[in-house]
């Protein structure tokens, strides 16, 4: 039955689901969809409207308990802290956020919340939660792919002041993000973003659901 939903959902986003059959595709799909949108910057640097249409039905029959039976409640909010970021849906990104904070998910529910915050824009908030974050296992990943798009002019060249030393600046991307708000910098900042919600979410795919075979 929780199938039939979720399908039903796609189909009232407009999404093709025709190949999707577990847990993982389904989510990937509908991140994938958001990470999409305008060329491929996904959402804006600043929360905006939901990129996908019946966007809040498709995120909670994605992360519902029947869909994904068997996963504990923190990792289920979890992972739609991430979804509902990803698609746009602040409120719900943030709600799930605190909720699995709370309920004890620490390792990424936080970038998430910092994720929130930062595109809130609330840039203190934001870095309280990156503080919490402290050096997540994505930095690593973040580094190497801001590198290769700015040695091909994707972003510009300042951009590697934030990897000055070979380490992720949080806070530093925070205060690129606030300021960049038009022009080359806005779609630079963009597509870091977008480049970071997708390892974020792998990240936390991974952990919840386990790594995929191969």
């Not at 969809?33 to 491929?40: C, K």
């Not at 605190?98 to 908030?125: C, F, K, M, T």
């Amino acid at each position: 039955m929780s199938m039939e939903a979720l399908l039903r959902a796609f189909g009232d986003s407009g999404l093709d689901c025709s190949d999707v059959t577990t847990p993982r595709e389904a989510l990937r799909r509908i991140a994938e969809a958001g990470l999409a949108v305008d060329e491929g910057l996904g959402p804006e640097l600043v929360q905006g409207r939901p990129l996908i249409a019946s966007a809040e039905k498709l995120v909670e029959e994605a992360t519902s308990e029947t869909f994904l039976a068997g996963i504990a409640r923190p990792g289920r909010l979890t992972i739609a802290a991430g979804l509902a970021q990803i698609v746009d849906l602040w409120d719900l990104s943030h709600e799930s956020a605190q909720q699995a904070d709370d309920l004890g998910e620490r390792v990424h529910s936080v970038y998430w919340h910092g994720i929130a915050h930062r595109r809130e824009p609330d840039a203190g908030n934001a870095s309280y939660w990156f503080h919490r974050v402290g050096r997540h296992s994505v930095f690593a990943k973040l580094v190497k792919e801001v590198e290769r798009m700015a040695s091909t002019g994707a972003i510009e060249a300042s951009c590697r002041e934030l990897i000055k030393g070979g380490s992720w600046d949080p806070r530093g991307f925070i205060a690129y993000s606030g300021r960049s708000r038009s022009g080359a910098a806005e779609r630079s900042a963009r597509r870091i973003q977008a480049v970071e919600m997708r390892l974020l979410f792998e990240a936390t795919l991974d952990a919840i659901l386990g790594a995929p075979e191969g």
